[in-house]
């Protein structure tokens, strides 16, 4: 047990549909996380929220659209999705601070497959 | 944008053998981390390094982190089939709050 939770843990969407992924973090951290993981890359940081505010944004497409409600929730809404976004998505949660090294606590991921 | 090299990108050996896998980059970590994944998982963390020169152990796991703070290595002794699954270094640069993967080493034990 990691203590972060996503769901669902698999899911089959075509690219007219609508879903979100939910993350939940019982850790207490200030900061949450999403990433992208495909097959044969390094896992891609896509959205970084800071004490509910998003700090970074890595050029990802608008049909990713994240939702931070507070500290301990992320979402990740999706909308008229890519085959090539088929991936595996990750949140992560930690401490972060001036003085922390950023350690990541990551939850199983949603396995999401767009046909 | 930062880059991390690891290497081997896969590794399959028997059990009860010894390995090493290494981390590089041209840029100094501020610190870096360790992470263990396995199918249908999340990355786990290992360990956090922090000082040049720095070793730590975890039970048959040693880690170093180089000298310069641009390189790390991971050796296993003894490896057994539960050491399989994706091995990934991250790593973070002067103030920046965020981690930079490496691709991973894709380890399986055989028995």
């Known amino acids: 047990e990691t203590g972060v939770t996503q769901t669902p843990r698999h899911l089959v969407m075509g690219m007219t549909n609508k879903k979100s992924l939910k993350c939940e973090q019982h850790l207490g951290h200030n900061a949450m996380y999403w990433y992208k993981q495909s097959a044969k890359k390094p896992l891609e940081l896509m959205f970084v929220y800071n004490f509910k505010e998003q700090t970074e944004n890595n050029s990802v497409p608008s049909r990713f659209s994240p939702e931070c409600p507070n500290s301990s929730h992320l979402f990740l809404h999706l909308h008229t999705l890519q085959p090539e976004d088929s991936a595996l998505y990750l949140c992560a949660s930690s401490q972060a601070g001036t003085s922390s090294t950023n350690e990541q606590f990551f939850g199983p991921g949603t396995r999401l497959t767009v046909l | 944008t930062q880059l991390l090299e690891q290497s081997p990108q896969f590794l399959s050996i028997q059990e009860g053998e010894n390995l090493t896998v290494y981390c590089n980059s041209s840029s100094v970590f501020s610190s870096l981390q360790w992470y263990r994944q396995e199918p249908g998982e999340g990355p786990v963390l290992l360990v956090t390094?922090?000082?040049?020169?720095e070793v730590k152990k975890l039970k048959r796991l040693t880690f170093q982190f180089g000298d310069a703070r641009k390189d790390s290595s991971l050796h296993i002794t003894a490896a057994q089939p539960g050491d399989t699954g994706l091995y990934l270094c991250a790593g973070a640069w002067g103030s920046a709050r965020q981690l930079t993967f490496g691709s991973g080493t894709q380890l399986t034990v055989l028995p």
């Open positions: 390094v922090v000082t040049g020169g």
